[in-house]
């Protein structure tokens, strides 16, 4: 059975920020983070099951779940999501050194806030035209 992956304003705020970080360092990185992301998505489409439950699962009382992922050369990330029915709900996206997530950081409400497939972070004006190339052809 395959899963409609939708993620959460929060998760696509995280989305943004990570990319824009790593972007400001490395052009190809951010290009290549995006690349693993979209490939960790794609995996949990299709079995979301097969991923171990997050270390804050049982402290958050709630069926929270993990994918890790990176780039080839990179650190280690996160994508942390929750199972409702023929849904996959992605709920944030945590980078390398940053702390479990904590009640506040997952309400019960956001639960029902708006939800999107995954979106490419915005490229800005001064995005070189090579970068916007290889994220085309990385779609």
């Given amino acids: 059975m395959t ?15 990570i ?13 290549r983070w995006y690349v693993a992301l979209s490939e960790a998505v794609a995996s949990i489409g299709q079995n979301p099951d097969r991923c171990a439950a997050a ?14 992922f990176k780039t080839p ?21 945590r980078g390398p050194g940053q702390p479990p ?5 997952v309400q019960p409400a956001e639960q029902g806030s708006a939800v999107y497939a995954l979106r490419r972070p915005h490229q800005g004006a001064d995005a070189p035209a090579r970068l916007k190339a290889k994220l085309l052809d990385c779609r």
């Avoid at 990319?19 to 290009?31: D, H, N, P, Q």
């Fill in 3 to 17: 899963f409609k992956v939708v993620f959460l304003r929060r998760a696509q705020a995280d989305v943004e920020k």
């Fill in 19 to 31: 990319y824009e970080f790593i972007a400001s360092r490395s052009a190809l990185g951010a290009s």
């Fill in 55 to 68: 270390p804050e699962s049982e402290r958050l009382h709630m069926d929270l779940r993990q994918r890790l």
């Fill in 73 to 93: 050369r990179g650190r280690s990330y996160r994508l942390l999501f929750v199972i409702a029915d023929d849904q996959v709900r992605v709920l944030r996206i």
């Fill in 101 to 105: 997530l904590k009640g506040r950081d």
